[in-house]
């Protein structure tokens, strides 16, 4: 079918880069639309409500392409970037698309997007976790020390709420020591 692309995506409220993905999915045939720039940033930052029969869109303004997801009465629940290769293959195409003018209504509340990646999550969870399930003291405080490099003001909570609020270097190292040990 003309105009239509294969793509894969990972659906999210607030899309992340494709070396982010841990769930994706294939759609296939599915139509491109060229719309104009502010079209783009408004869906991506907030949330919107689009007039649309089809349930998913993929559009671009020739420089980026997305793949949003709606519900039945129009709302984006989700979005998607694109894989690079393919998101120029969309892209390169729509210059030849003429652009339309797409009936939506933007809400005042933005997208949340967090800087942290999901690694660093993920270690940062695997941390808390594991100090707050250690019973014995010495070793609480030995992990207390290889963060901190002191022991003088030992908390155990002092320990979890600043791997919570830091995604430093030291999480990491925290990390392979004791998933090593």
Known sequence: MKNTFNVEVSFDESPKKPYEWKNVSFITGIKVNRVDSKCIKDFLLYKCKVDSENRLLLLSDTKDSILIKLDEEGIITKRSFLLFSKDL?????????????????????????????????????????????????????????????????????????????????????????????
């Open 89 to 181: 293959d969309v892209s390169e195409y729509a210059i030849n698309l003429k652009p339309i003018k797409l009936k939506y209504e933007v809400f005042c509340e933005r997208i949340k997007y967090s800087n942290e990646l999901d690694e660093e999550k993920e270690i940062r969870d695997y941390l808390v976790k594991s100090i707050e399930n250690i019973e014995d003291e010495d070793k609480s405080k030995y992990l207390y020390f290889l963060y901190f490099d002191d022991v003088n003001g030992y908390s155990k909570e002092k320990l979890i709420n600043t791997i919570k609020k830091d995604n430093t270097k030291k999480n990491y190292e925290l990390y392979k020591f004791l998933i090593n040990n």
